[in-house]
């Protein structure tokens, strides 16, 4: 038996596990990895500082209570708590009170990561408190006895769970079970509403009062339930829409950009190819029927 499989039959007993690993050329250019794993129970005169390191830092509380510091500021970290930070920059993190203090903890880093953590970052505090806290658990768990293998299917199988522990907690703002009825079903109208009608001039003005609302509610309320503003995600229907058409019609793209609801060609231009990475023109010429 190795000594990565004895740490990992000790997370059954209350032994701590540690586990590093130094990822393939494969898995560091292409997925995501870990660098350190641990299961901790610490003492309260436990007490962590990193700064400067190339990783991210995901730490979930199994029982008792922690403290973390983090951009000045304190935050109580109990049972079913989980911090996501960066770890370039100053972190503390430290047993609470006199009691003790469960945790598992991940570095992680790879392709990627720094998107996921700047998404979390920009709709969450550092700290979340999860609603269904065993998915998390169970993948958690799943991680580290994937660690007993170092094979490529391993390094893949890795990958897979973080994308699905970071999926889960990326989900976290829009999935709250107490959101105020009426406010969910006056963003899903006004989302119906942009899937349906965006070839229509709309503003964010407009969609307030045909829906009666104002509009600093709407914008807030639609981005906290969906992920953009309103107009964000109008740009968005419309230029998938411009996709569609320009793979499977010949209308000129002054024409597709009047239809989905972009009258001025050079702005249509400009957004397609932000969004896309190349012009309509280009787009159409690589996805066109070449056979015979």
Not at 139 to 149: A, E, V
Not at 224 to 246: C, E, H, M
Request: with cysteine; proline share 3%.
């Amino acid at each position: 038996m190795t000594t990565d499989q004895k740490n990992i039959e000790g997370t059954w007993n209350g032994d701590p596990v540690v586990i590093v690993r130094t990822p393939s050329a494969f898995a560091k250019q292409s997925l995501l990895y870990i660098q350190e794993l641990g299961y901790f129970q610490k003492s309260s005169s436990f007490r962590m500082e990193r700064e400067d390191l190339t990783s991210f830092l995901l730490v979930f509380t199994l029982s008792g209570k922690g403290e973390l510091l983090y951009r000045d500021k304190n935050y109580i970290l109990n049972p079913h708590d989980l911090f996501f930070i960066n770890c370039r920059e100053y972190v503390q993190y430290k047993t609470f009170g006199h009691g003790n203090w469960e945790f598992i903890s991940l570095y992680l880093y790879g392709n990627l990561i720094e998107n996921f953590y700047e998404q979390f970052a920009n709709h969450n505090k550092p700290v979340i408190s999860l609603h269904n806290p065993y998915i998390i658990l169970d993948k958690l768990h799943s991680l580290i006895y994937g660690q007993s293998d170092r094979s490529l299917s391993a390094e893949l199988l890795t990958s897979r769970l973080i994308v699905e522990v970071l999926t889960c907690i990326l989900q976290h703002p829009y999935d709250r079970p107490h959101v105020n009825a009426d406010t969910l079903s006056e963003v899903r109208r006004v989302q119906q509403y942009l899937d349906q009608s965006y070839s229509e001039r709309i503003t964010l003005d407009s969609l307030a009062d045909m829906f009666q609302l104002n509009k600093f509610n709407l914008a807030k309320n639609f981005k906290k339930q969906i992920g953009f503003s309103p107009i964000d995600y109008l740009i968005n229907v419309r230029i998938t829409a411009a996709q569609s058409w320009l793979k499977t019609c010949d209308m000129s793209i002054v024409d597709i950009a009047k239809h989905v609801g972009i009258p001025n060609t050079s702005h249509f231009i400009n957004l397609f190819k932000e969004h896309i990475g190349e012009t309509p023109h280009s787009f159409r010429k690589k996805w066109e029927n070449r056979s015979k």
